[in-house]
């Protein structure tokens, strides 16, 4: 449902250095890389399948690269203007089996949250009728999207297809992750329905994802544009909000407690982006950004936050004021105000580019024994270079 960004190709491959730190990284065992990118792969009409095509292209290019150990997927599978359909979801889980190595995946707005719009093909209410018009297939007559677009049916369905195996990865090879459909709050038995939320940790580095959808303020967007939220929708955004930020504490709770070197946290939603809108469509994401910052300074340690939704690549640190900020165009304005009252300086965040051609993916290269200054492609043991598919 984002904005698509239509900047230059050239744009995409910014020199931010001569040569960044994950160009000149050895081979040693305190060192490994990681492929992250989201937004991908995006259409510009329900049959647009021009990068869908691509992706092929785009997995061998990350298989070739013998660096990297494992592959993270941010969310959207898809853009805001195609259909949410079990077909299409299956064929994108098919097109990551082909990954040489382990795959995670945290789910994206456009394949659950938003399905209810009628871009997506879900549909419109009317307050004519008091009912839901949904969008109709001209030849069956049946709405095109899967559950009529219902967004907690398609989590049901996304969860069904990507994560039927708790611990699991996806792609090839093994990585050990724990999964909160494992290890739930017995306390709280409704989070044992978040299995995409994963947990692990790779040579002292301490890995986690959590579901939280950009663009729609937390999924507080009226459903199919209804006068009110249904109790679905309030039960939905209350459920997994108060089981997202328990697995944030445990796992920093669980990185204090292995003396882990450093946290990256993997999510959808770009919590500082306006997008167009006022400060108000962000109020939802407060909770999330204020357990990131107090956990961050708590923990005391590099911390790094890597997000898709907003498509244009950023690097920044949204919690802290006065700290530079980088993307495609060069220099740019800092977002600390969509929630300010913080300053955290052992926080970075990272948005990957997405949505538009040359497809690209974020080779991360962490080296346990660096300790990197904050800049536009480096911070504490982690740096990082855009590749961009030829």
């Avoid at 785009?58 to 949410?84: E, M, R, T, W």
């Avoid at 077909?87 to 789910?107: E, F, G, I, R």
């Avoid at 297809?161 to 459909?181: E, R």
């Avoid at 990256?264 to 407060?286: C, K, P, R, S």
Wanted: aromatic letters at 10%; glycine letters at 6%.
């Amino acid at each position: 449902m984002r904005k698509t960004a239509m900047l230059a190709a050239a744009a995409a491959t910014l020199a931010l250095g001569t040569m960044s730190p994950a160009m000149a990284a050895p081979s040693h065992g305190h060192v490994f890389t990681l492929a992250i990118y989201g937004d991908a792969p995006y259409g510009t009409t329900p049959t647009d399948t021009a990068e869908f095509q691509a992706t092929p292209g785009f997995v061998d290019s990350i298989n070739n690269d013998p660096q990297v150990s494992l592959i993270a997927h941010v969310g959207d599978i898809h853009s805001g203007k195609q259909y949410c359909t079990q077909v299409y979801d299956q064929s994108v889980y098919n097109l990551w089996a082909k990954y040489q190595k382990p795959m995670v995946y945290t789910p994206g707005d456009n394949e659950w949250t938003d399905c209810h719009k009628a871009a997506e093909g879900g549909g419109t209410y009317s307050s004519a009728t008091q009912q839901i018009n949904y969008v109709l297939d001209q030849v069956t007559h049946q709405p095109v999207d899967y559950a009529s677009g219902n967004p907690a049916a398609n989590l049901d369905l996304v969860r069904s297809i990507f994560f039927s195996k708790p611990g699991s990865t996806l792609g090839n090879g093994k990585q050990h992750v724990l999964s909160q459909a494992q290890v739930y709050d017995r306390a709280h038995p409704t989070d044992s329905k978040f299995v995409e939320n994963v947990m692990w940790q790779q040579k002292g580095i301490q890995f986690v994802t959590l579901n939280i959808p950009g663009g729609s303020n937390n999924d507080t967007d009226v459903w199919y544009g209804a006068p009110s939220q249904s109790a679905a929708q309030k039960n939905e955004v209350a459920e997994r909000t108060a089981a997202d930020l328990r697995w944030l504490d445990r796992a920093f709770s669980q990185a204090r407690e292995d003396g882990a070197k450093s946290v990256v946290i993997f999510t959808q939603a770009d919590m500082w982006d306006l997008d167009g809108n006022t400060l108000a469509h962000l109020t939802e994401y407060e909770p999330f950004v204020a357990s990131i910052a107090s956990n961050t300074k708590k923990f005391g340690k590099s911390v790094l936050l890597f997000n898709g939704d907003s498509h244009v690549y950023k690097s920044d640190n949204p919690l802290s004021p006065s700290a530079p900020c980088v993307d495609e165009a060069g220099a740019c304005t800092s977002v600390a105000s969509s929630h300010p009252g913080y300053d955290v300086p052992n926080f970075h965040r990272v948005v990957v580019h997405g949505s538009t051609f040359p497809l690209e993916w974020l080779k991360l290269t962490i080296d346990t024994k660096a300790n990197h200054p904050a800049s536009a492609d480096a911070f504490g043991p982690f740096s990082w270079q855009r590749m961009t598919q030829s």
